[in-house]
């Protein structure tokens, strides 16, 4: 018997490949509720095993993966299951796989290459007690990065066979275990390519700030503006402006991405925030993810990043409204017959749009919008989307006086972060023990707790919501900016200010003229 690792969603469990060779009929069969891409093992195995130098005998060879009722599709057993053989063959011991984790794909000629999952793999092994992973070599420094398991790559069945026919004690000699040095990692990272920098946008404070105020809170930020204005270029520069990842952070997305097999070579862990921008044309399935076998989609891959949507009606209203249920969840739940799989969906949605199809509008000496045109158009992005935005600004044409100013008046993105990370810090320090990171995260029993309000302040609140007809949601969204406004101002007590000012960032055009 020989235990290997399977991905559900995010997550993995451990299996249990267990070979018989028997006398009978020669042939091979497996069983263990499988699909027909998981039987093509054992073919390769055969092949493999025969180019290796190992010939099978010729008998009835069966192989059972359990637990049985469990459906099993997308996964790889090619290692485990030639491990199992080669173990009825009296080749390698049964003890020596006592509490290990084979994991790997096989090649015809006998090498062994990456497969999906190993983070996720490394970290359930750890916890149910393996003391040691044998996964690909082009995977063992995604594996490396679980500390407190051992970890070795192998590049060959025969690297694995001289592996575990080694003494014990001269193991680590023969083929050294993976290590990663995670400091020096996250070190690398922040020293490594600076994205765009707050400097090279000239003028737009009203949208710096609301930038800012995204980044400190994790709030969603909508952008309306005529094309050219620089609402893609303010984009880009936010995530130089974000936190930087938590190691906690940073396994959680690694681990989307070791799934989807986007960890290159190299790269054990996804250090920087992400930032995706996918194209309008994008479909569905790879928005949300998806699929006959299912794989994380971009709402995913942007967790603990930002997903930027960039002309934002042009995705249409059914695409843009699968969106709805993932911003309050932060997760996304894909069911199929096979079962439930769950990805992590907690991102910033930036969104940037024109207020009309040509883009000039209100300008009526330029926009020959008729107003049909114009409620179709805005009308691809629904009302219950629209009041998922904490912040929605209007980002107008810039002034030439602040494209001809003189360089260096504009504040860069380092001191721009500086602000971000003592926010950051008090909400960290506000939230201890709770579970939460971020103002955003907060629901409306947080809300209660963490965010009391005097006398003026519920008056003020009371008005905005009586006179602007709010919804509980929008009621809410505002406190939590506001309370991310004090954050940055570095006061504990949300004073009026504070609430008008998040009321006035719910206030872009799209949300005036698009309902």
Partial sequence: MVTTGAVRGISSYLLRVETNISSGLPGFNMVGFMSGEVREAGERVRVALKNAGIRLPAARITVNLAPADIPKRGIVIDLPVAV??????????????????????????????????????????????????????????????VEGIKVVGMRSLNELIMYMTTSPRKRDQ????????????FEDAAAGPADPDFSEVRGQAVAKKAMEIAAAGFHNLLMTGPPGTGKSMLAKCLPGIMPPMTLEESMEISAVYSVA?????????????????????????????????????????????????????????????????????????IVRQSGSY???????????????????????????????????????????????????????????EDLQSAGGKEEGSASVRARVMEACERQQY???GTGLRFNA??????????????????????DLFESEAMSVRAYHRIIRVARTIADLEGTERIREDHIYLAYTYRQGDLLRFGR
């Fill in 430 to 432: 506000r939230f201890r």
């Fill in 84 to 145: 199992g053989e080669l173990i009825c063959m009296e080749m390698l011991r049964q003890e020596d796989f006592e509490d290990v984790l084979v994991a790997g794909e096989l090649g015809l000629n006998g090498e062994i290459r990456p497969v999906r999952g190993v983070l996720p793999m490394v970290q359930t092994a750890k916890e149910q007690g393996i003391r040691l992973c044998i996964v690909p070599k082009e995977n063992l420094e995604e594996g490396a990065v």
């Fill in 261 to 333: 097999g986007l960890l290159g070579q190299g790269e054990p862990l996804v250090l920087r925030r992400p930032f995706l921008a996918p194209h309008h044309s994008i479909t569905r399935t790879a928005l949300v993810g998806g699929g006959i076998i299912p794989m994380p989609g971009q709402i995913s891959l942007a967790h603990r990043g930002v997903l930027f949507l960039d002309e934002l009606p042009e995705f249409g209203r059914e695409q843009l409204d699968l969106l709805r249920q993932p911003l309050e969840d932060h997760e996304v739940t």
């Fill in 441 to 462: 995260d907060m629901g409306a029993a947080d809300l209660e707790k963490f965010c009391p309000l005097g006398e003026k302040e519920k008056g003020c609140l009371k």
């Fill in 174 to 185: 023969a083929v050294p275990p993976g290590k990663v040095d995670l400091k020096a990692l």
């Fill in 342 to 400: 769950r990805y992590p969906s907690r991102f910033i949605l930036l969104g940037a749009c024109n207020p009309c199809p040509c883009g000039h509008y209100p300008d009526r000496n330029r926009c020959r919008c008729k107003p049909w045109e114009i409620k179709r158009y805005l009308g691809r992005i629904s009302g219950p989307l629209l009041d998922r935005m904490d912040l929605s600004i209007t980002v107008p044409r810039a002034r030439i």
